[in-house]
C-alpha cells in the first residue's frame, strides 16, 4: 500500500495560474519534505516542515509557498506558475531525527507538472 | 555551499560486473547518509544507509562506505542485474538543521547485456 500518496501524477497548468498539488501520508511521520527535480537533476529541496515548523531554503522563490493543516497532510501551493517552474515535484516524509535516529525518507511518486 | 546536482554521469557496467557509484558530499557536519535509487517517472526509493560514525555497511547485494575524511561516499552493486538499471542518489543528513535531507549529484547506472 502506498504510504506517501501525491496527486494529481500529472498536471498541465496554464502560465501565471495558480496551482496547488497535494501530498498524504499513512506514515504519521512528523517531518514532511517537498523537492523539485528537473530532467536529469537532483532532487532540490524548496522547504519541509518540522511538525508544524516550517523550514524555507533560502533560495526557494516567493512564488512557491507550503501548507500543513494537519500531520497527514501538506500542500505546494506555486502562485504564479513560470516555464522554468516545469518540473517534477516529489513530497517525502520521515520520522523525528531527535536523539541521533536515523532518518530515512519515504517518496511519493511524485506529480509531473508542466507550465505551458 | 549545499550540493545540488546540475548533470548526470553515466556508468555503463555489464550484466554480472561489480557496479561502484561514487559521491561527494558538501558537509563535514553531515550526521547521516542514504543512497537512494530513482527509476524513470518515479520517486526515489531508499537503497542503504550509513552513520557518519561508521565506515563500511553492507546490506543484500548492496555496499556503502564512507569516507570522512574526504567527504566521499560509494555504492558497490553486487553481480548487477537488468533490474538495477535507474539513477542513483546519495542523500545527506544534518539533524541539526531538523532533519533536511540533501541530495548530492546522481549517477545514470546502464546496464549492458
Known amino acids: 500500500d502506498a504510504m506517501v500518496i501525491q496527486n494529481p501524477r500529472y498536471q498541465v497548468t496554464q502560465f501565471g495560474k495558480p496551482v496547488t498539488l497535494s501530498c498524504s501520508q499513512t506514515?504519521?511521520?512528523?517531518?514532511m519534505y517537498w523537492y523539485q527535480q528537473k530532467s536529469s537533476q537532483a532532487p532540490k529541496l524548496l522547504f519541509h516542515?518540522?511538525?508544524?515548523?516550517?523550514?524555507n531554503e533560502a533560495d526557494t522563490p516567493d512564488n512557491f509557498q507550503s501548507r500543513r493543516p494537519n500531520t497527514s497532510f501538506c500542500f505546494l501551493d506555486i502562485r504564479s506558475p513560470g516555464l522554468g517552474d516545469t518540473a517534477m515535484y516529489l513530497c517525502a516524509t520521515s520520522r523525528d531525527a531527535g536523539a541521533g535516529r536515523d532518518t530515512e525518507a519515504f517518496f511519493g511518486q511524485g506529480t509531473r507538472l508542466t507550465v505551458v | 555551499g549545499e550540493s545540488v546536482g546540475l548533470h548526470l554521469p553515466t556508468l555503463s557496467v555489464q550484466e554480472g560486473d561489480n557496479s561502484i557509484i561514487n559521491c561527494a558530499y558538501s558537509?563535514?557536519?553531515?550526521?547521516?547518509f542514504i543512497w537512494y535509487k530513482q527509476e524513470s517517472g518515479k520517486g526515489p526509493q531508499f537503497i542503504i544507509d550509513?552513520?557518519?560514525?561508521?565506515d563500511k555497511r553492507q546490506g543484500q547485494r548492496v555496499t556503502v562506505l564512507l569516507n570522512k575524511t574526504v567527504k566521499h561516499l560509494s555504492l558497490q552493486i553486487a553481480a548487477t542485474q537488468p533490474g538495477d538499471s535507474a539513477v542513483y542518489f546519495c542523500?545527506?543528513?544534518?539533524?541539526?538543521?531538523?532533519?533536511?535531507?540533501?541530495f548530492g549529484s546522481g549517477t545514470r547506472l546502464s546496464i549492458r547485456p
Open positions: 550509513i552513520r557518519s560514525n561508521m
Open positions: 542523500a545527506e543528513i544534518l539533524y541539526s538543521s531538523a532533519s533536511k535531507i540533501i
Open positions: 506514515l504519521n511521520h512528523n517531518v
Open positions: 558537509n563535514s557536519a553531515s550526521d547521516y
Open positions: 516542515y518540522y511538525d508544524k515548523d516550517f523550514n
